[in-house]
């Protein structure tokens, strides 16, 4: 039968046929040797229940069956009956009792099913008790019974309900980590022995672990020693070393209680091999559980740094090293936030591992660990990190930026210091056209992380360049892959390829121009002078798809940028964004709907900028009419335009800034009028379509507004009206394709010259007065509709 053929059966087979499947898998279940059959009818059973949408309930004795399987020797059998009754309704509190408190008998499996079928915290405050009393009564030597699973399962458990700890569970588990971490065997495990001719069963002498590089390991285990085999003492040190972090974290959540160490407690020493260079001393010993545990992950943090000098013997070695590196100094960046009166202790090796590290970029993942412990405690220890803060946040991005690992860790280590770095390392700000080098090359995979930074790398210092810096966004995007080409293509390939932009690049006379958008730091100028040169040399990469993908995430981090600006910079500030906005809307790589989306974004917020601060349209004024005075405007940027004529119609006049004189808007008016006379009496030139009817009734209506302020231009904006009324009373127009378009545009110039006609009232109705625009009738208690509004509740309302 075909999978997906067996998939449709398992949902749809019939309640009888599924009875007589149960009846026949639990007498299977009860034979001696469960063989091939009885494996894959758990395997159909499993792809009946997962196929169903509901949880379907098995028989009971098929229930006690697979119960009775999580404790079977084959682990597949293990597997299958923990995938089975996860698929099932929780088992009863008796049965799942039944499991927890036999623990010796407990697997990897039967504790996850437990984990996950608790059905109340209480479940897993006595799942978590079970566990920890089951480590702490577990003797030196051992059971037959490994408890390796316990580790793991309790670190589930308090991933998921931290306050099952107790005061207790934490001196006994403290206890048992320095167990674990310090003093775990130093010999192999699985049989190894030493060899040779007169090797017998009584000769046979078991031998030590042995380092990366293929010494003998002379001091205690860790997590880079090596053998041909484990004891289980020394599969508990792996396992604590991978929880110690978290356990760290994780301890403080409890209360602290009495933590005096009862006199006769030896679990440090009984059963231990101690070692002889860092054998603990006596005062060690006196320390409470906490403290003591402390001081023990010091030693096994500073004994792996160390390990990781050595040079290993296999790659795949190496990279452990790195592993173990990064959570060593994580480790001791725990402790020594716990513990401070540590960092003097700390910091010299974590220094000299910086200088190790710090040339060779492929340890650039352990760096950032370091990094953090330089954040968080180089004040401290009175440490200059202006050397790593150059690493860290100038060569990382700018020479791995393809390397999407680095990249997530970086940006998630900025966006959880944030606070941290804007009082210890504010120069983290100037790297900011080094940090978009990451959103340039994998923009769906970071835009996330830039709208969270973003808000807080918008300075008034930093605002007109990083408003450039995003435009050219696509354009840093495309620089950045010829980078890449230009670096694993030979310079005789380049041509064949037909790729003129490299050669571009490679080319000294633009060189320039290319280091600009690959600068690591802020400060070298907001933009540069030939962007449209650049934008013709970049005109093939307009279609690369990862240059596509970045155009598409600068409209979102546009509207972010804007709205955290407002709230941080002054007028002048927002007068010179203004301006920006102006120029570079018509200076934008050339990428199909990226100059749409750009313009938009500069409509809504030139709008919400000159609403907030109306004065500057009479600041602007004459950058601004500029713009409006350009009738190829009209055609290329037809959005901003449009909003560009609003505001100068609505907001050029003495009630938004007492300096606007009669002559400004004399002068307003006849830009505008000149634009106006000029599109409505011509063709549009060759290549472009008609002017849209939002751009001509937006221009009547500025002017009439203008017109309204300054009575004297009234008989001028109304002969335009009427002159607009003839000519369409004469049929079609050559600057208005659509006859319904036409029929609104006269329409309104109807309404507004009927306004003009009263001037007192046409100055009411087009700019009406803050008091009439923001009416407060429902809130005034001097009127009737407040109180016509409150009997109108009552009654619709019923008490």
């Known amino acids: 039968m075909k999978p997906r053929a067996f998939w449709l059966f398992s949902r749809e087979i019939q309640e009888a046929e599924l009875q007589k499947f149960y009846s026949r898998l639990v007498k299977l279940l009860q034979l001696k040797e469960l063989g091939y059959e009885t494996l894959d009818s758990l395997h159909r059973l499993h792809l009946i229940l997962s196929a169903n949408k509901y949880a379907r309930t098995l028989p009971s004795d098929l229930q006690q069956r697979l119960l009775s399987l999580l404790s079977s020797p084959a ?24 499991i927890q408190e036999n623990i010796s008998q407990l697997n990897t499996h039967a504790a996850g099913l437990l984990v996950s079928q608790a059905r109340s915290r209480t479940d897993l405050n006595n799942l978590c008790a079970q566990l920890v009393h089951g480590l702490e009564g577990r003797p030196s030597d051992g059971p037959t019974r490994s408890l390796t699973f316990a580790l ?95 356990w760290l974290l994780t301890y403080h959540s409890v209360s602290s209680g009495n933590s005096t160490m009862d006199a006769d407690d030896r679990s440090e020493v009984d059963g231990s091999v101690v070692s002889m260079v860092s054998a603990t001393s006596s005062s060690s010993r006196l320390l409470p559980p906490k403290e003591r545990l402390r001081e023990k992950t010091f030693q096994y943090c500073q004994r792996l740094i160390e390990q990781c000098d050595r040079k290993a013997q296999k790659k ?45 970029l492929s340890y650039a993942r352990v760096l950032l660990p370091i990094a953090q412990f330089y954040l968080n405690h180089g004040e401290m220890a009175a440490v200059d990190c202006e050397c790593v803060w150059k690493l860290v946040f100038g060569r990382f991005p700018a020479e791995l930026f393809n390397n999407p690992f680095l990249a997530h860790e970086l940006l998630r280590f900025l966006r959880q210091n944030l606070d941290s770095l804007r009082l210890r390392a504010p120069e983290f700000i100037r790297f900011l056209p080094n940090f978009l080098k990451f959103l340039a090359w994998d923009s769906s995979a970071v835009v996330d992380d830039f709208v969270d930074l973003l808000p807080s790398l918008v300075t008034e210092g930093t605002a007109v360049e990083m408003l450039h810096t995003l435009l050219d966004l696509p354009c840093l ?104 906005m102006l120029e570079r809307s018509g200076l934008l790589l050339a990428i199909p709907t990226y100059s749409r989306e750009i313009h938009r974004v500069f409509s809504c917020h030139l709008l919400r900028l000159c609403k907030l601060h109306p004065s500057l349209v009479v600041d602007q004024s004459h950058e601004l009419l500029e713009f409006a005075g350009t009738t190829a405007n ?15 119609g609505e907001y050029l006049s003495v009630s938004s800034d007492s300096s606007c004189s009669v002559a400004l808007i004399t002068s307003c008016f006849e830009t505008l009028e000149a634009v106006l006379f000029e599109i409505t009496s011509s063709t549009p030139p060759r290549g472009t379509v008609c002017p849209a009817p939002k751009v001509i009734t937006t221009l009547m209506s500025a002017l009439a507004k203008l017109a309204s302020r300054s009575h004297d231009l009234i008989p001028r904006v109304s002969l335009f009206f009427s002159k607009l009324r003839t000519a369409a009373r004469n049929g079609s127009v050559a600057w208005c394709a659509d006859e319904d378009d036409l029929v609104a545009i006269v329409t309104r110039g109807e309404e507004l010259w009927s306004l003009l006609k009263a001037p007192g009232v046409a100055q009411s109705v087009l700019t009406p007065p803050p008091h009439v625009l923001t009416p407060r009738w429902h809130r005034d208690t001097n009127l009737a509709v407040p109180l016509q509004l409150r009997v109108l509740t009552r009654l619709t309302h019923s008490q």
Not at 340 to 355: A, D, E, N, W
Not at 643 to 648: D, E, G, K, N
Request: contains cysteine.
């Open 634 to 648: 009209v055609y290329s940027k037809e959005e901003v335009y449009t909003h560009v004529v609003w505001v100068l």
């Open 477 to 580: 995007s495309a620089t950045l892959i010829l980078q890449f080409r230009s670096v694993s293509l030979p310079i005789s390939e380049s041509s064949s390829r037909g790729l003129l932009s490299l050669d571009a690049f490679r080319n000294p006379a633009f060189r320039g121009l290319f280091l600009f958008l690959l600068r690591v730091e802020t400060g070298s100028g907001h933009t540069i002078d030939r962007l449209s040169t650049l934008h013709d040399l970049l005109a093939e990469a307009a279609d690369w798809p990862r240059v596509v993908r970045c155009a598409q995430v600068v409209p979102v981090l546009l509207h972010i940028y804007f709205n955290t600006v407002v709230t941080v910079a002054e007028e002048k500030l927002l007068a010179h964004l203004i301006l920006v």
């Open 316 to 360: 795949l070695d190496t990279e452990l090293q790195k592993a173990c590196m990064v959570e060593a100094v994580c480790i001791l960046d725990c402790v020594c936030v716990e513990d401070p009166s540590m960092v003097f202790r700390t910091f010299p090796s974590i220094k000299g591992l910086f200088g190790r590290l710090s040339s060779d």
């Open 152 to 246: 793991p399962v309790l670190n589930s458990v308090l991933r998921l309900s931290p306050e099952s700890l107790t005061e207790e569970h934490v001196t006994i588990l403290s206890k048992k980590f320095v167990d674990w971490l310090r003093y775990a065997s130093i010999v192999q495990g699985g049989g190894a022995s030493s060899g040779g001719f007169f090797t017998g069963p009584r000769s046979r002498q078991p031998l030590p672990t042995a380092e990366l590089d293929g010494s003998v390991s002379g001091d205690f285990f860790t997590v880079l020693c090596v053998g041909q085999g484990f004891t289980e003492d020394q599969w508990m040190n792996v396992y604590s070393f991978s929880m110690l972090r978290h």
């Open 75 to 98: 682990e597949q059998f293990q597997v299958l009956s923990s995938a089975l009754l996860r698929e099932t309704p929780p088992s009863s509190g008796e049965e799942l009792n039944n």
